[in-house]
């Protein structure tokens, strides 16, 4: 047999408890139309750079270089792909992005220029174990296009370290421009990027197996 007056001391808090536990799906339906809101639909177009691999072929330096991440403000240290309207002005391309961190993705396509011009003994990352001779410490300047010109330019510093001393043996500033062609989206941004890093790291292999 039920225990009627059990019952109806414990309803009040069965009550409670249903109310709490409404109160929460209620909550969670609730978020989750909010996510959708901020942007919880179709995901960026995602671009990546690469590495050129016909190379000048030359009997260059063969030693051991690091080559440290590039140093770069927050507008470029990111994923999102810098747009500039006007002189001062900074906007993103919308529903585009990099695969990385860009300071990350242009530090792997520098090792990956030096290991395919073959000019070194060997090339890796700090941390790696490697008997090191030289670093190459770098800069992002510029990965952006420039809306008035239709121009996407890329511009980094780099100086050559020698590990042994701390002293600077060389140090060069690498620029390219290229046209965007067409409208501007994701696809012509990024392909005029990669054409303009492209040539900045040819000449980068060039300079610095002449160095190292």
């Known amino acids: 047999m039920i225990d009627t007056a059990a019952a109806l001391q414990n309803r009040p808090r069965m009550l409670a408890r249903g109310f709490a536990f409404a109160g929460l799906a209620a909550a969670i339906v609730a978020l989750g139309g909010c996510a959708s809101l901020l942007g919880g639909g179709k995901p960026p177009a995602t671009y990546d750079l690469t590495a050129p691999s016909n190379l000048p072929k030359s009997s260059g330096g063969r030693g051991n270089l690091i080559v440290a991440e590039p140093v770069a403000v927050a507008v470029i240290d990111g994923q999102r792909i810098v747009v500039k309207p006007s002189a001062g002005e900074v ?122």
């Open 91 to 212: 906007t993103y391309l919308p529903d585009a992005q990099w695969s990385d961190r860009l300071p990350k993705l242009v530090q792997a396509r520098m090792i990956e220029t030096f290991e395919n011009a073959n000019r070194l003994r060997s090339v890796g990352r700090p941390g790696d174990r490697l008997s090191v001779d030289y670093q190459l410490i770098s800069e992002l300047r510029a990965f952006e296009i420039d809306a008035a010109t239709g121009q996407a330019t890329v511009e980094f510093t780099a100086k050559i370290v020698n590990d042994k001393t701390g002293k600077i043996v060389a140090g060069e500033v690498f620029t390219a421009r290229r046209p965007v062609g067409g409208a501007l989206n994701g696809s012509a941004a990024s392909l005029a990027l990669n054409g303009a890093l492209g040539e900045t790291l040819t000449a980068l292999a060039v300079w610095a197996g002449k160095r190292s």
